[in-house]
């Protein structure tokens, strides 16, 4: 137990047992004492036996002092008697000359400067001037505040200079609202009065609960693979995966689509394997590239189902059907595409009836489910591969059980009739977007998704749009550009959600028509 004595505090036990008639004939100096023989010593020992005579009138009517860390101390002056004295005062000594040294160091620190140290990295020069660039070419991004209300979604509040406006989302990746269900909310709500809020450790270290045993299973079975596997977000399931699978196979090759999600390409890039990229969604390119490759190579052939930026859908039957003839494996991103397709929700897969041609499915439970965190479906040994030796696994807290609660809850919904009702609608609601908006003139990119994507193709009219919307409006749509589209091909990406309404739907479109004009765009002729 720490003693409020500075000094005593930084002995063992034993020296201070050692010494405990000592410490006990200097009771009368320092008040802080009274505390020792709580845990210096047994019932039978001297400093006990001081304690225990000595007068309450001498204990409770002393001077109180506040502890030093100083060799002043005047309780620390009693101690030339004690065999420990010299070690003490060795040690105060030490931390004075550390202490000194720290303040010095702290000192220099401040004092650096590139005048006075030319020879030394600016490091915050170098920072500001990378954000500096970012800010003059329009592509640095300034986060919205936006609170959104279970209630009132879609529509939420920004929050800009200490004030709130009421404003319609209309770029949210919560796209069926699940996020906001009262069965979904229910289900989180009771796991956290029930388990707590976290989850107390790695999956291997206390980690592990029948929450997450149960939502790997219902993973598995909605894809319907062997097994499934949880992380922390899909951005990490992507890149664990991808790295982990390409460093352990011998003379591993991959080959990842130009359009691929920033997680695949770092997965990819981390392995340090050769990879070869072949062109979007381009089936035929792919297999031009696979022909070069030795039969015995291992392949893993990374693409998305759908992808988030343009809203393209691949052709999964030709894609899977032509890594297969070439010896590889499919490793495919369905992040947009989970409780958005297919019968239960299962993505594209299940929607073109392709589920057993997948062998790697990587999926989120953070945009149509509403909560948060990924994971990948496969074959149990590809599973139980990736969780024996994937450090993005292994080394990272697991979701908490409120998440995995919630997260069960809402693929249950996803396949429920009420599921199959929100789908439905959330398609009737994209498919309404796009045809006004292209009726209206504007550039909308080819999208046979729920995504609409609008070309604009410069990044500070992008943004300028946006704002207009936002101040003028009340319609918070994001911009998007690079690094996250390239530099030329800035748009907007518009999110119908099944709880917009039609007259919502078409004040987007007025307020668009308005906010584009103005910012000195053209709209097409039909």
């Not at 986060?143 to 009421?166: G, L, S, W």
């Not at 009262?182 to 709500?189: A, C, D, F, G, N």
């Not at 149990?380 to 995995?404: A, E, K, M, Y």
């Amino acid at each position: 137990m720490l003693l409020k004595c500075r000094y005593l505090s930084q002995f063992s036990m034993s020296e201070l047992k050692k010494n405990a008639v000592s410490i006990s004939s200097a009771m009368d100096r320092c008040p802080f004492m009274m505390h020792a023989h709580r845990t210096l010593t047994s019932t039978s020992n001297p400093l006990d036996n001081s304690i225990r005579h000595c007068p309450k009138s001498e204990i409770y009517n002393r001077v109180p002092f506040n502890c030093t860390d100083t060799i002043d101390c005047p309780f620390f002056k009693q101690f030339e008697n004690l065999k420990m004295y010299k070690s003490i005062r060795k040690r105060s000594e030490h931390d004075l000359v550390d202490h000194d040294l720290r303040q010095r160091l702290n000192v220099h620190r401040h004092k650096r400067t590139p005048h006075e140290n030319p020879n030394l990295f600016d490091y915050e020069h170098f920072f500001n001037s990378k954000i500096d660039e970012k800010k003059k070419d329009g592509s640095y991004r300034y986060f919205k505040k936006v609170i959104r209300y279970a209630e009132t979604f879609p529509k939420v509040q920004e929050y800009a200079q200490d004030k709130a406006k009421d404003v319609t989302i209309w770029c949210s990746n919560d796209y069926l609202g699940l996020g906001r269900h009262p069965y979904v909310q229910s289900k989180l709500t009771e796991a956290v009065w029930k388990y707590g809020a976290g989850s107390g450790g790695t999956r291997n270290i206390s980690g592990s609960s029948p929450l997450h045993y149960k939502l790997e299973e219902e993973l598995a079975r909605l894809h319907q693979k062997e097994s499934a596997l949880l992380f922390t977000s899909c951005y990490v399931a992507n890149d664990t995966t991808l790295y982990t699978l390409a460093r352990m196979l011998p003379k591993c090759h991959i080959l990842s689509d130009a359009g691929n999600h920033a997680s695949m390409i770092q997965g990819i890039r981390n392995s340090g394997i050769p990879k070869t990229v072949f062109k979007h969604n381009d089936y035929e390119h792919l297999e031009s590239l696979l022909k070069k490759l030795p039969n015995d190579t291992p392949k893993i052939v990374a693409f998305e189902s759908v992808h988030s930026m343009d809203g393209s859908i691949c052709d999964l039957h030709r894609m899977c059907d032509i890594t297969h003839k070439y010896g590889g494996i499919t490793f495919i991103d369905e992040v947009h595409a989970v409780g958005l397709y297919g019968e239960n929700g299962a993505g594209i897969g299940e929607r073109d009836s392709a589920l057993d041609k997948m062998d790697i499915i990587t999926g989120t439970l953070g945009k149509a489910f509403g909560n948060i965190g990924g994971y990948i479906a496969a074959s149990s040994n590809l599973i139980d591969t990736v969780r024996s030796f994937g450090s993005g696994f292994i080394f990272t807290t697991s979701l908490p059980p409120s998440v995995l609660a919630g997260s069960l809850a809402s693929i249950e919904i996803s396949k429920s009739d009420e599921g199959r009702e929100l789908r439905a609608k959330h398609q009737l609601y994209a498919h309404i977007v796009k045809e006004k908006l292209i009726r209206a003139g504007f550039p909308v990119m080819n999208s046979p998704s729920h995504i609409v994507p609008v070309m604009v193709g410069d990044v500070k009219a992008a943004g300028e749009i946006c704002d207009r919307l936002l101040n003028n409006h009340g319609i918070y749509i994001q911009s998007i550009n690079y690094p996250t589209v390239a530099k030329g091909e800035e748009r907007l990406r518009i999110v119908p959600n099944p709880h917009h309404t039609m007259e919502m739907i078409e004040k987007l479109v007025s307020s668009l028509i308005d906010a584009w004009t103005k910012t000195g765009l053209r709209l097409n002729k039909n």
